[in-house]
C-alpha cells in the first residue's frame, strides 16, 4: 500500500459515517486521503460535509439512467477517473450490480447496522428489539456479491438496554460505526486489512467468522 491511499466514498444521506471518516482521515498521522464523494442524490447533506471539508464531490442522479447497469457503468467511470485504492459505502442506498462489485473486489467496504449475518437489509433496530435480543451493534465488511453477506472485518457490539427505544438503540449503535469505520479504513490504508482466498485478513492472520470483536 503506498504512503497515501486514496479513497471514495459513497453517500445518499446525512452523511454521518463520511463526518468521521473526514475527522479521522484529517488526523497528522492517517494514511487516509478521500480524493472524493460521490452520491446519487442531490439533497444529501454529506455532500455539504465534503464541500466544508474541500473534498471533491459528484452526483449522478441513478433516475436519469435506463437501469441499474447503465448508472453502474457511469459511478465505475466516476470512481475511476479519482483513481481510488479503496471505494467506501456510507449509508449509499443503492443495490450495486455484480459487475460494480467485481470491479472493485477486495477494494469494497461497507458498514451495516446490525451484527451481521444476522439482519441483513432494512430496519434492523427495530428487529433486533421485536426479537428481543440482548445484544446489537454494527459491522464493516467486505462488499461481495450476496447482499450484507461479504466477509466481516470489525463489530460492535452493544448491550441492548430494557428501555430502549427504536431511537436511544439507533443512537448508540451510530456512535459506534463512527468508531469502528475509521478504524477498519486506516487498517486498510495502512496495508494491514486484504481481501484474499482465505477472506479477510488482518495483520496476515485470517479473521475470525464475526470478524474483529469490539465491546464497548
Not at 459528484?58 to 479519482?82: M, N, P, S, Y
Not at 471505494?87 to 470491479?103: E, N, P, T
Not at 461479504?150 to 427504536?166: E, H, M, N
Request: with cysteine.
Amino acid at each position: 500500500m503506498p504512503a497515501v491511499c486514496n479513497v471514495v466514498v459513497l453517500i445518499s444521506g446525512s452523511g454521518s459515517n463520511l463526518q468521521a471518516l473526514i475527522d479521522s482521515s484529517q488526523a497528522d498521522d492517517s494514511p487516509v486521503r478521500i480524493r472524493a464523494v460521490l452520491s446519487n442524490r442531490a439533497d444529501a447533506y454529506g455532500l455539504e460535509r465534503a464541500k466544508a471539508a474541500g473534498i471533491d464531490t459528484c452526483v449522478l442522479d441513478h433516475k436519469a439512467f435506463a437501469g441499474r447497469e447503465a448508472f453502474d457503468a457511469a459511478l465505475i467511470k466516476a470512481i475511476d477517473a479519482c483513481e481510488p485504492h479503496l471505494v467506501v459505502l456510507a449509508g449509499f442506498m443503492r443495490i450495486l450490480s455484480s459487475d460494480f462489485v467485481r470491479h472493485y473486489a477486495g477494494r469494497l467496504l461497507n458498514i451495516h447496522p446490525s451484527l451481521l449475518p444476522k439482519y441483513k437489509g432494512l430496519h434492523t433496530h427495530q428487529r433486533a428489539l421485536e426479537a428481543g435480543d440482548g445484544e446489537h451493534g454494527c459491522s464493516v465488511h467486505f462488499v461481495t456479491e450476496e447482499l450484507d453477506g461479504g466477509p466481516l472485518v470489525v463489530q460492535a457490539v452493544i448491550p441492548v438496554r430494557s428501555g430502549d427505544t427504536l431511537d436511544s438503540l439507533a443512537q448508540r449503535v451510530h456512535e459506534q460505526e463512527h468508531l469502528i469505520y475509521p478504524l477498519a479504513v486506516r487498517w486498510f490504508a495502512e496495508g494491514r486489512l486484504r481481501l484474499d482466498a482465505q477472506g479477510a485478513m488482518l495483520d496476515g492472520q485470517p479473521l475470525p467468522g464475526t470478524g474483529h470483536l469490539i465491546r464497548p
